[in-house]
């Protein structure tokens, strides 16, 4: 089926009565930031604004995807795939080849004074199984409900989210919104790591996730937000245990936890959060544990170089009820030099406290890691809305001289990759 056929299909679900499919179609690749004329879910501004969950991103951010209308309903398809080898170097290293995928569907109508929108999104990442991928120093959750994974990166649940928005217009510049659903993100945070546009390139995850942005995929969120112009406060009550090893479960507990997160978009091209969180027993094997997550970040839209550079700081602190606090910083940018290459890096500093089983010599100690990877994406096709690039990245670290016995010295990793993205 073609992709007009499956969004004609799922517009005819929401609006059976609704006049026949308009050509309206287009591609981020094809088109300036802001083009797509696409009102926020939240407010009075245009879509390039939002980004995942309820958070946003700088205005002039480029808007990928496939846009359709059908009667009262507009709608938008994004997605992506990749599939990488993946060589981890050193002791602790590992090589696998896997794919990661996710795919969402974003669709709003006005309602009166107000606007009620839908949002879902999916990923094939189950298919790698329950251990996930090899990525040095990464640490969360668990493949099995017992052992906690090190040096590995957990695959995302078949379910990433299903939410529905409602907001009202108070004014021409404010209006008041409410996010719900039985998967979804929580005030909490940036914006996610596989949708901002300075790190969604980058086929790792960052080693900041479960300090920054790891309750994404929460099962169980209600948020309410107040828009001010350029200001936006969000709080929200949620679910803060973390998906278990189950990833096709759909695992909706108690709105247990809770956090708020206030933005401002200070011009087009800036975007700076500031927010914190009560997770209540987030991690499976530690229920006894809750943390407290504060974050804060700032990306920032730059346009002197190629067609776009976005770059973002983000720094997070977790503060578990049990044990000692610990922090973690990320810088990356991405920088699309043409219309079919993209370069881009990321730098992180985190302090590692899991990285050992409990009866090892150096078992509950905390070490801080230094990462950097610097990575490249040619985009060598253009087949409608449908990019098709190959590309690599090479990843090195720093770290205490007590872990040289662990993982060697100076470990480096590479990633080879191809990606197929809307």
Not at 34 to 58: K, V
Not at 181 to 206: K, N, V, Y
Not at 328 to 342: D, F, N, P, R, V
Not at 353 to 362: C, K, N, S, T, V
């Amino acid at each position: 089926m073609s992709r007009r056929g499956i969004l004609s299909g799922i517009l005819g679900l929401l609006a059976l009565d609704a006049p026949p499919l308009l050509a309206q179609e287009t591609a981020a690749s094809e088109a300036p930031p802001g083009s797509m004329d696409m009102a926020g879910l939240y407010g009075a501004y245009d879509m390039t604004r939002e980004a995942s969950g309820t958070s946003w991103q700088p205005d002039s951010t480029p808007m990928e995807g496939i846009q359709q209308m059908r009667g009262p309903w507009m709608a938008m398809l994004h997605g992506f795939i990749d599939g990488t080898y993946d060589e981890q170097g050193g002791p602790r290293g590992a090589t696998q080849s896997f794919s990661s995928s996710m795919l969402m569907l974003m669709a709003r109508r006005e309602l009166g004074d107000g606007a009620f929108g839908l949002r879902l999104m999916i990923s094939s990442d189950p298919l790698m199984g329950a251990s996930g991928y090899p990525l040095l120093f990464q640490t969360g959750e668990t493949a099995d409900g017992r052992v906690p994974l090190i040096d590995r990166q957990h695959p995302h649940n078949l379910l990433m989210e299903a939410a529905a928005t409602y907001s009202r217009e108070l004014s021409a510049a404010s209006s008041v919104f409410l996010y719900a659903g039985p998967a979804g993100e929580p005030a909490l945070g940036p914006t996610t790591f596989m949708h901002r546009l300075s790190g969604m390139d980058d086929p790792e995850a960052p080693l900041t996730h479960h300090w920054l942005d790891s309750t994404h995929v929460s099962y169980g969120v209600v948020t309410a937000g107040y828009v001010l112009g350029q200001l936006k406060l969000d709080a929200s009550a949620f679910n803060g245990r973390e998906p278990d090893q189950h990833r096709y479960d759909v695992e909706v507990r108690a709105l247990d936890s809770y956090s708020a997160r206030l933005t401002w978009n200070a011009g087009t091209d800036l975007s700076m959060q500031l927010s914190s969180g009560h997770l209540k027993s987030p991690e499976q094997i530690e229920p006894a544990v809750d943390v407290r997550r504060t974050t804060a970040s700032v990306t920032y839209n730059a346009h002197a170089f190629g067609e776009w550079w976005q770059t973002t700081l983000a720094w997070g602190r977790n503060s578990p009820s049990q044990g000692s606090g610990s922090s973690g910083w990320l810088l990356e940018s991405a920088l699309k030099l043409t219309a079919a290459q993209t370069v881009f890096g990321r730098a992180e500093h985190v302090a590692k406290d899991e990285l050992l089983l409990p009866g090892a010599p150096l078992y509950g100690q905390s070490f801080m890691v230094n990462a950097l990877s610097l990575g490249y994406i040619y985009d060598f096709l253009q087949l409608g809305s449908a990019s098709f690039g190959v590309g690599g990245l090479a990843s090195t670290y720093d770290f205490p001289a007590a872990l040289n016995s662990i993982y060697g010295y100076r470990p480096a990793s590479f990633m080879v990759f191809v990606r197929v993205r809307l």
